[in-house]
């Protein structure tokens, strides 16, 4: 079994803790993962090159050997075969590596550029991390950039560390407190420098490393290694029984057509297996036609690596699965050895439940998810009902015209809902056009906090415009007396002089008596011989007032006139907008009210 080292001794091997790395953008995950992989490959242990599909292994042997200066610091005895490191980065892949109600990854290793700090993708990553409850250490990577730093290449980080100036060492730590530790308290994580965490379970280690020149890598690999061994004491598996694994990624391969990479993480997966999974059609049931691992090679470029066939693999691996239907099937979709014909129509009816739980549909009110995989899907239906957001519908797949009439009817419940969030995934030409007569926003990106703060973002900005025109349209409290001696005209309109004793008027506001009869709508209101669009609290002002109002025989000079506010305006007030009224308004609504409910005892009784 080339290239599978786990499957050398089918006896009772236990199987690797499966490894991903994840973090913002350049923040040196590539890097990393080739310098753990480099690490592997030159300490040149005979038969230990350790590749497979999508994924590297780096033995026991290489960290303890490591590992072996930091003893003191960091004790153990592997009894785990090694690690299992996927090779992309990225919390896309890592999506797809879902398994109900988790991650098929048993730790994760946050990368964060030490100098740069926490970027949206990094809080992406650990949003991701925590939805599917992964463990995970950080490496405060590129410490080489510090001022001053003097690089010791492929060095433990403590005895480079200890050989830096006084001052460096300061620089470190303070970047490292400010921007990863801070960080992850703001988070709620508790988190510690790795050599000073007392118990690994509940203080997220955080080793300063360079992927560039291998500091720190060791400590690294040995606090992953003593964190799996600490975490996997009840959950460590043996590499026996039928497979259980996860489609990370469909692969068009000319020759054998779509193939699939898949992570097993649990028993032994064998050419000629019947194996269970799933499509967005439903269930497929298939027979393994090859397992291709690649060719051992004593070196690291993996790149275009050629792949062989080989008869079985272990837990945990990953390996390309040849077999036929698997163009029909998804990403991030289970898959499931079955031992019989009987036991794979059972293990196709969980995969159908699985897979329908993802896809949502309903007639309610919500915004419409679309995803490139089940994965990515489930993530984003995760962070949004943890963001309170509804969904109405749900799926996997580009932006199809259907979407866009789903968003059209839910536009019908809530506008505000009615848009479409496209992750990693196209619009289809129709579906644009579409999108476009009936003004639904269509909102795209590779990175989903990206999408949902611009989401956010844009329904902040709708709801609060929507806010300001309804205020805008209801009549503010408003109190005022008619200054004697300032009476210009009597009626048709009526023109006077007054003064705002409490809250404001407008043009357009209606008045009424301190009894409560409507006395005519404002017109104007001049200021000084200009005319100005309110008068507040204080302002002595002239107004003109349309409608069947005489002075002298309606109102009289030293009167007192309020704003009529509507009932439905006044329970606005008293409810929605309350915090909108200034606290001389706020006085001025309560006489109001008591006005009204002389007439009508139950006005604007909100309960
Ligand atoms: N000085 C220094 N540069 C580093 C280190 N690690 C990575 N880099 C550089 O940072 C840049 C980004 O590194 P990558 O490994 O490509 O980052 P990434 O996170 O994989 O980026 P994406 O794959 O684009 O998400 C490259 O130019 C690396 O050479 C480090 O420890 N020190």
Not at 287 to 311: N, Y
Not at 347 to 353: I, M, T
Request: charged content about 30%; hydrophobic content about 40%.
């Amino acid at each position: 079994m080339p290239g599978n080292e786990a499957g050398k001794q089918p006896g009772k091997r236990l199987r690797q803790p499966i490894v991903v790395v994840l973090g913002h953008v350049d923040h040196g995950k590539t890097t990393l993962l080739d310098k753990i992989r480099g690490t592997a490959v030159t300490a040149k242990e005979p038969g230990l090159i350790t590749q497979h599909v999508g994924a590297s292994v780096v033995p026991a042997s290489v960290i303890e050997r490591l590992a072996e200066p930091l003893k003191k610091i960091i004790p153990f005895k592997l009894i785990i075969p090694g690690l299992l490191f996927i090779d992309t980065p990225g919390h896309e892949l890592f999506s797809n590596l879902r398994r109900r109600g988790g991650s098929v990854a048993d730790f994760a290793i946050l990368v964060v550029d030490i100098n740069d700090g926490f970027q949206p993708q990094t809080y992406e990553s650990i949003e991701i991390l925590r939805q599917r409850r992964v463990p995970f250490v950080v490496a405060a990577n590129k410490i080489d950039k510090i001022p001053g730093w003097k690089p010791h290449p492929d060095t433990p980080f403590i005895i480079s560390y200890r050989q830096q100036a006084k001052w460096v060492q300061e620089e470190l730590e303070k970047k490292l407190w400010d921007n990863v530790i801070a960080k992850l308290y703001e988070l709620g994580f508790q988190a510690e420098r790795f050599d000073r965490v007392k118990d690994f379970t509940r203080t997220v280690a955080v080793v300063p490393i360079s992927a560039k020149t291998g500091e720190g890598i060791a400590e690294l690999l040995a606090v992953l290694a003593g964190l799996a061994q600490r975490y996997l004491q009840h959950r460590l598996r043996f590499a026996e029984g039928p497979a259980r694994g996860v489609i990370l990624e469909l692969r068009e391969q000319p020759g054998l057509g779509t193939t699939a990479d898949v992570i097993i993480y649990d028993g032994v997966l064998k050419r000629g297996d019947l194996i269970v999974t799933g499509g967005l059609e439903g269930p497929i049931i298939t027979r393994v036609r090859a397992l291709l691992m690649p060719k051992p090679l004593q070196e690291i470029r993996i790149a275009k690596r050629e792949l062989e066939p080989v008869g079985e693999v272990y837990a945990a691996a990953g390996v390309r699965v040849v077999a036929p239907e698997l163009e029909k099937a998804v990403a991030g979709a289970p898959l499931y050895v079955a031992t019989s014909e009987e036991e794979a129509k059972k293990l196709a009816e969980r995969v159908r439940q699985e897979i329908e739980a993802l896809r949502i549909k309903t007639e309610a009110e919500g915004v419409i998810v679309k995803a490139d995989t089940l994965g990515s899907l489930e993530a984003m239906v995760e962070a949004l009902r943890r963001r309170g957001i509804p969904i109405r519908y749900a799926d996997v797949g580009p932006v199809a015209k259907r979407d866009v009439i789903e968003a059209v009817a839910s536009k019908e419940i809530n506008k505000f809902y009615a848009v479409i969030l496209a992750f990693n995934v196209k619009t289809l030409p129709e579906a644009e056009e579409e999108a476009k007569k009936h003004e639904i926003p269509v909102f795209r990106h590779n990175v989903i906090y990206q999408l949902l703060e611009d989401f956010e973002k844009w329904y902040r900005e709708q709801t609060e415009a929507e806010r300001r025109k309804e205020l805008e349209q209801l009549v503010r409290p408003g109190k005022i007396r008619i200054l004697p001696g300032y009476v210009f005209r009597r009626s048709n309109p009526a023109i006077v002089g007054i003064e705002v004793l409490g809250g404001v008027i407008k043009p357009g506001y209606p008045l009424m008596r301190e009894d409560g009869k409507r006395m005519g709508v404002i017109h104007q209101i001049q200021d000084r011989g200009k005319t100005v669009p309110e008068a507040r609290a204080g302002m002595a002002v002239a107004i003109s007032i349309k409608g069947h109002v005489m002075v002298g025989r309606h109102i009289d000079e030293g009167d007192v006139l309020y704003t009529d506010v509507p009932e439905k305006h006044a329970i606005m007030w008293l409810t929605k907008y309350k915090s909108e009224l200034s606290d001389d308004e706020k006085v001025v609504l309560k006489e109001i009210i008591k006005i009204k409910r002389r007439q009508n005892p139950a006005f604007a009784l909100t309960i």
